[in-house]
């Protein structure tokens, strides 16, 4: 197999560096072990990536867009035969629900808040993506979809995502419920989620929706 350089070989690098952060967690992390296990040397580990925070840093980029990459918008969940903007926004919330809790989320959320203090800006901009970001997304498809301001759609999205998606993803944060192990397919959401619950939390929240 050919050497990778330059823009193929950082990629392969933060890979590999996500699996051993989450493995063994920052502390334990060295990038003698990055290297070791991406198969580079040292001298090429620190020419991506200057130290263990920036290393840490790009990782947690990579995730974080992954993650919006796999969410997607409400308005992917329209489909032919969903065409009820309520249940597009249930289905959201409850991908949204799933991809928390895969074990994979969980430990890369663990990690986030254990470093938060030491590397804020990193743990706010991880924040930022998971829970901001959806949160604006919802906001802006309730806009368009139930014709409310702007300030409305904000506190429509912060309500459900803290009824549909906090309890739930603080009893997987504590290992109180068992996190999904395999990477989450949307065509398992039903399985992996209680739509009815976050359905019912719509209704409540949005009145005039009907029913999904």
């Not at 867009?65 to 918008?73: A, F, I, N, P, T």
């Not at 970001?133 to 139930?146: E, F, L, S, T």
């Not at 397919?185 to 009907?210: G, H, Y």
Request: a negative charge.
């Amino acid at each position: 197999m050919p050497a990778r350089r330059g823009e193929k070989l950082r990629e392969h690098i933060l890979w590999t560096a996500k699996d051993v952060f989450l493995e063994a967690g920052f502390e334990r992390t060295s990038m003698d072990v990055v290297a070791q296990r991406a198969e580079t040397s040292k001298r090429s580990l620190y020419a991506h990536f200057p130290s263990k925070d920036a290393l840490f840093s790009g990782v947690v980029s990579l995730v974080r867009e992954l993650y919006l990459d796999r969410l997607g918008s409400p308005e992917d969940y329209v489909t032919a035969e969903r065409a009820d903007p309520a249940d597009a926004l249930v289905r959201y919330c409850g991908r949204l629900l799933q991809l928390l809790l895969w074990s994979s989320s969980l430990r890369t959320l663990r990690m986030g808040i254990a470093e938060a203090e030491r590397v804020p800006e990193i743990s706010s901009g991880y924040y930022e993506a998971v829970f901001e970001a959806p949160m604006a997304r919802i906001g802006a498809y309730a806009c368009r979809a139930w014709n409310l301001t702007q300030q409305e759609a904000r506190e429509v999205a912060e309500i459900l995502v803290g009824r549909t998606v906090y309890p739930d993803l603080l009893q997987g944060l504590l290992g109180v419920r068992e996190p999904i192990a395999e990477r989450p397919d949307e065509a398992t959401l039903a399985a992996d989620v209680d739509l009815d619950r976050i359905a019912a939390s719509v209704r409540r929240i949005l009145p005039d929706a009907p029913a999904s």
